[in-house]
């Protein structure tokens, strides 16, 4: 790659040319990419950070990678076994958004079911959904309403998903929808690799007064065949705070409301105002 050094070239030249190579690389280090333009450290670490606000790129551990594919999402089982405390935090930090009165739609996903305990505070809730495994939990809880969507049943992700579950959805009036995905960035917005899926997450923010993505940092950067909608279609985007600075600071000059949850912090209780904004802290 060094027979492409040119340190003589503008900015904006030398970040085309990160891109072109991240292209067909898929991710380079940081020390590979001095190599390549002949320029230092810092200028290296400027040039990431501004590509990762324009969402072109995303930073990993000593270097940046590409935008990557997803083909296949995990199973249940494996979700469960991965980035509790991250899962914990995003969960508490969209319960913070739910009033007593609300008829909720949560999507299916681990971290939306993290916030069962806290949603059985609430004297008077209703609660759709297609995640069995949310269901189940809620059933704990007799003061909560429950309305499964039924529709075609995905095993390995126990939820329902296809027309049934989003025609289901759309004979409701929802206050709030809370929106999982695999797979997110802020060019693509959301996506994912199961066609079935699109309807019933599209159906929900369609019957909804407000919706609320809630994605992991790991999954930022990544993105399915099939889109589901730009993330300037949420009224708040909850991830957590291992996103990186400049990512953050991209999706917010975009127009998106973005709140990073911290694990370590005891979090406010929710605003009696949503879906007005919720100021990050």
Same mark, same amino acid.
């Given at each position: 790659?060094?027979?492409?050094?040119?340190?003589?070239?503008?900015?904006?030249?030398?970040?085309? +040319? =990160?891109? %072109? @190579?991240?292209?067909?690389?898929? #991710?380079?280090?940081?020390?590979?990419?001095?190599? /390549?333009?002949?320029? $230092?450290?810092?200028?290296?670490?400027?040039?990431?950070?501004?590509?990762?606000?324009?969402?072109?790129?995303?930073?990993?551990?000593?270097?940046?990678?590409?935008?990557?594919?997803?083909?296949?999402?995990?199973?249940?089982?494996?979700?469960?076994?991965?980035?509790?405390?991250?899962?914990?935090?995003?969960?508490?930090?969209?319960?913070?958004?739910?009033?007593?009165?609300?008829?909720?739609?949560?999507?299916?996903?681990?971290?939306?079911?993290?916030?069962?305990? +806290? =949603?059985? %505070? @609430?004297?008077?809730?209703?609660? #759709?959904?297609?995640?069995?495994?949310?269901?189940? /939990?809620?059933?704990? $809880?007799?003061?909560?309403?429950?309305?499964?969507?039924?529709?075609?049943?995905?095993?390995?992700?126990?939820?329902?998903?296809?027309?049934?579950?989003?025609?289901?959805?759309?004979?409701?009036?929802?206050?709030?929808?809370?929106?999982?995905?695999?797979?997110?960035?802020?060019?693509?917005?959301?996506?994912?690799?199961?066609?079935?899926?699109?309807?019933?997450?599209?159906?929900?923010?369609?019957?909804?007064?407000?919706?609320?993505?809630?994605?992991?940092?790991?999954?930022?950067?990544?993105?399915?065949?099939?889109?589901?909608?730009?993330?300037?279609?949420?009224?708040?985007?909850?991830?957590?705070?291992?996103?990186?600075?400049?990512?953050?600071?991209?999706?917010?000059?975009?127009?998106?409301?973005?709140?990073?949850?911290?694990?370590?912090?005891?979090?406010?209780?929710?605003?009696?105002?949503?879906?007005?904004?919720?100021?990050?802290?």
């Amino acid at each position: 790659m060094a027979e492409e050094a040119a340190p003589s070239l503008i900015p904006d030249q030398r970040r085309e +040319l =990160l891109v %072109r @190579h991240l292209r067909r690389e898929g #991710v380079l280090s940081v020390q590979q990419i001095t190599q /390549l333009f002949g320029v $230092s450290h810092m200028t290296v670490r400027r040039d990431i950070a501004e590509l990762e606000r324009q969402g072109l790129v995303f930073s990993v551990p000593g270097g940046v990678r590409i935008a990557s594919p997803v083909q296949t999402e995990p199973s249940y089982q494996t979700k469960t076994a991965v980035e509790q405390p991250q899962k914990q935090a995003m969960a508490a930090r969209a319960a913070e958004l739910v009033q007593d009165g609300m008829t909720l739609y949560l999507d299916a996903g681990t971290t939306l079911s993290a916030m069962v305990p +806290l =949603l059985a %505070r @609430h004297e008077s809730l209703t609660v #759709v959904t297609n995640d069995f495994t949310t269901a189940d /939990l809620l059933m704990a $809880s007799p003061h909560i309403d429950v309305i499964h969507v039924g529709g075609r049943v995905e095993p390995a992700n126990r939820s329902s998903v296809g027309l049934l579950a989003a025609h289901t959805l759309r004979q409701l009036a929802l206050d709030l929808a809370f929106i999982s995905t695999s797979s997110w960035d802020r060019l693509r917005g959301v996506t994912t690799p199961s066609e079935l899926k699109v309807e019933v997450k599209k159906a929900a923010m369609e019957c909804s007064g407000s919706s609320v993505l809630v994605a992991g940092s790991s999954k930022y950067g990544t993105f399915g065949k099939y889109r589901v909608a730009p993330l300037t279609s949420f009224d708040v985007v909850i991830t957590d705070e291992v996103l990186a600075e400049a990512a953050a600071e991209g999706i917010r000059a975009g127009g998106t409301e973005l709140l990073l949850a911290r694990s370590e912090e005891t979090l406010p209780q929710a605003s009696a105002n949503f879906p007005c904004k919720v100021a990050d802290r």
